[in-house]
């Protein structure tokens, strides 16, 4: 097995000549704007911890675009809305009791789930989705740096033996 294919940046920080790698390749680079997106200021107090969280902790700052600002937001406040849903379902129970009537009139009690507990586990799947979107999860990220390995043309006219296996 090969080892994965160094980034665009970094074959071109060790190249022969600007836009070149050190083989006297062309690198091809994607051309799209990076940085990190400005932060709300109307977002809340969870939400903003898990932007600062991901922006500065992980690896995504280098991929980040500004225009990825609204998808972000989400993603920190679906993070958000699981922690708030969570407390609520630790301190009230998944279920509840609800007293119900037959068709005869007669009363009966039962346990049946909570309607947070729905919402809670379709937060959760939002939650998923997106951070396998901003690859912040360890399946995410291995995709995200196979990806990124192969952001070099296969095979270039200037190398005979791209492409041959």
């Known amino acids: 097995m090969a080892p994965a294919q160094k980034p665009a940046a970094l074959k071109l920080l060790s190249g022969r000549s600007p836009g070149r790698d050190s083989g006297g390749r062309k690198v091809i680079q994607s051309g799209i704007e990076r940085g990190v997106p400005d932060k709300p200021d109307d977002m809340s107090v969870e939400a903003s911890a898990e932007w600062d969280r991901l922006v500065d902790g992980s690896g995504i700052r280098s991929w980040l675009k500004p225009a990825d600002r609204a998808a972000l937001v989400n993603l920190c406040e679906t993070w958000s809305e699981v922690v708030r849903l969570r407390k609520y379902l630790r301190r009230n129970g998944f279920k509840q009791r609800v007293t119900v009537r037959d068709s005869a009139g007669a009363e009966s009690t039962k346990y049946v789930e ?52």
Do not use: C, I, Q, W
């Open 114 to 165: 909570r309607p947070e507990v729905k919402m809670y586990r379709a937060t959760l799947v939002e939650h998923r989705y997106l951070s396998t979107a901003f690859g912040v999860t360890p399946v995410a990220e291995t995709a995200a740096a196979r990806a990124t390995a192969t952001d070099t043309p296969a095979a270039d006219a200037s190398n005979p033996f791209a492409g041959t296996s």
